[in-house]
Each structure stands twice: as structure tokens, then as C-alpha cells.
């Protein structure tokens, strides 16, 4: 579903480009694409952010073990680090974890899509 809505803006733009005249300049083009770039762009510097939020919380467990090294025998501090171990923290797309290597992934299609798209309304 995510790459599905990540696709939309692709489609737009490339409905942008077969839309201008071939008369025009680069600076007209330029203007005309940049508040599209810029807006469709947020999307994306968000899964960049979950995915660095969802790194940091899969260290959070060894973060705590090495805080919590010295009360070994406190029961409640392995309660505590079985938990953190146990449970998956961070960000999800329905069961689908927001990982660095899923967002690059990503980043990926989604510039051979567009370089495919806009090389095709170019002509």
C-alpha cells in the first residue's frame, strides 16, 4: 500500500511534464516542477526519519543492559531487559517494519520508476 501511494506523485509528475509545451524553457519548467518536487518530497524525508527512530530503538535494549550492568540481581532490571529484547520498537506500515535497508530499497524503485517515466514523457 505504501509504495502504492508513493507511486501517485511519480504519475503526477510525469502528467506535469507530457502537459508542458516543447517550447519551453528550463526555467519555466523549473518553476513549475519545484513546489511538486519539494511537496511529494516529505513523504519520503518522513520513512527516513521513522527508519533512523526505528534503529535507535532497536538499541535501546543494549543501552539499558549496559546501564543496568551492575543490578544483575534485581529482578524487576531483567523484567525489564527480557521486555526491551522481546518486543519489536519502532515504526510499522501495517506488519511491514520501517528499516534504513527498506527505505533504500525503496529510494531505489521509486528513482528507476520516475527516471523511466519522465525519460518517456521527454520524447
Request: with cysteine; aromatic share 10%.
Amino acid at each position: 500500500l505504501a509504495c502504492q501511494v508513493a507511486m501517485i506523485p511519480v504519475m503526477v509528475g510525469s502528467a506535469l511534464l507530457q502537459m508542458l509545451p516543447t517550447s519551453t524553457s528550463f526555467l519555466d519548467l523549473f518553476v513549475t516542477i519545484t513546489p511538486f518536487f519539494v511537496l511529494s518530497g516529505m513523504p519520503y524525508f518522513a520513512l527516513v526519519a521513522a527508519a533512523d527512530t526505528t534503529m535507535q530503538c532497536e538499541q535501546a535494549a543494549q543501552v539499558a543492559n549496559s546501564l543496568l550492568v551492575s543490578q544483575l540481581t534485581n529482578p524487576v532490571a531483567q523484567k525489564l531487559l527480557d521486555f526491551m529484547s522481546r518486543c519489536n520498537l519502532g515504526f510499522f506500515i501495517n506488519d511491514l517494519r520501517i528499516s534504513p535497508a527498506g527505505v533504500m530499497k525503496y529510494t531505489y524503485v521509486l528513482a528507476g520508476v520516475f527516471v523511466t517515466v519522465a525519460s518517456s514523457a521527454v520524447r
